[in-house]
C-alpha cells in the first residue's frame, strides 16, 4: 500500500527565499509529524498534528517556520526567508489512530539545501 | 546515495553472526520505544516497538530488550543479512506528549 509521500525530493533555494515542502500522510492517518534530520544526526521534532489542529509546534526553530494540514490530510511546511543553518532532510510521519504508543511511519523526506 | 550519518558510532558484523545495538534514553517518564532503521537517502523505517510495562519483545529476527532500572534500550538483530546495513536510530515518547525523540543512531556494517 502507499506510504507517506513527500514532496519535492530535492530543494535548493538560494538564502532569503521562502520554500514550501509538501506531505501526503497515509490515507486516514489521524495524527502527522514533522521533523529535520541534519546530517549526521537523528531526527528532531517539529511540529504535531491530530486531523487539522496543530497541538505541538514546540520544536519550530523559528517563527520564519510554519506548518498548516487544513483539511487533515496533506500538510505543507513553509520556511520563509531561508537560512544556511536551515538545511537539512525533512521528514513528514503519519500514525492512525489518536491513541498514542503507536509507531510513527516515515516518509523519504525533502532534502533542502540553501545556498 | 547520500550518507545518512558521517560520524556515527559503528558496529560492525560478519554476516550470519548476530548483531546487538545499544541505547540509553534520558527520560524516566518515557513510556514507549521504538527501533527505527534508515537506509542512505530514505526515512526511517519503523523495525520494532515495546511499552515500558513490557521487558522484551520478539519479531521477525529482532529482539527488543528494555531495562528501565538503568534506562537501557537494546536491539537484537539475528543471523545478519547484508540488507541490515543500515543507520539504527531508538526513539523514546515521553508519557502524555506524542513527539518522538530520537538518539544519535548506531551505523551497523554487515561483513559478507
Known amino acids: 500500500g502507499a506510504g507517506v509521500s513527500q514532496s519535492p525530493r530535492y530543494k535548493v533555494a538560494k538564502r532569503g527565499q521562502d520554500v514550501a515542502l509538501r506531505c501526503d500522510p497515509i490515507s486516514g492517518h489521524v495524527s502527522l509529524f514533522w521533523y529535520q534530520q541534519a546530517l549526521g544526526q537523528g531526527p528532531e521534532f517539529l511540529t504535531y498534528?491530530?486531523?487539522?489542529?496543530?497541538?505541538?509546534k514546540s520544536g519550530l526553530p523559528s517563527d520564519r517556520f510554519f506548518a498548516e494540514r487544513p483539511e487533515g490530510s496533506v500538510s505543507t511546511l513553509k520556511i520563509q526567508r531561508t537560512q544556511q543553518e536551515d538545511s537539512a532532510v525533512y521528514l513528514c510521519?503519519?500514525?492512525?489512530?489518536?491513541?498514542?504508543?503507536?509507531?510513527?511511519?516515515f516518509g523519504d523526506g525533502t532534502r533542502l539545501s540553501i545556498l | 546515495g547520500e550518507s545518512v550519518g558521517l560520524h556515527l558510532p559503528t558496529l560492525s558484523v560478519q554476516e550470519g553472526d548476530n548483531s546487538i545495538i545499544n541505547c540509553a534514553y534520558s527520560?524516566?517518564?518515557?513510556?514507549?520505544f521504538i527501533w527505527y532503521k534508515q537506509e542512505s537517502g530514505k526515512g526511517p523505517q519503523f523495525i520494532i516497538d515495546i511499552r515500558s510495562n513490557m521487558d522484551k519483545r520478539q519479531g521477525q529476527r529482532v529482539t527488543v530488550l528494555l531495562n528501565k532500572t538503568v534506562k537501557h534500550l537494546s536491539l537484537q538483530i539475528a543471523a545478519t543479512q547484508p540488507g541490515d546495513s543500515a543507520v539504527y536510530f531508538c526513539?523514546?515518547?515521553?508519557?502524555?506528549?506524542?513527539?518522538?525523540?530520537f538518539g544519535q543512531g548506531t551505523r551497523l556494517t554487515i561483513n559478507p
Open positions: 498534528f491530530q486531523n487539522e489542529a496543530q497541538l505541538d
Open positions: 527520560n524516566s517518564a518515557s513510556d514507549y
Open positions: 526513539a523514546e515518547k515521553i508519557q502524555g506528549a506524542q513527539k518522538l525523540v
Open positions: 510521519a503519519s500514525s492512525p489512530r489518536q491513541v498514542s504508543n503507536q509507531p510513527q511511519h
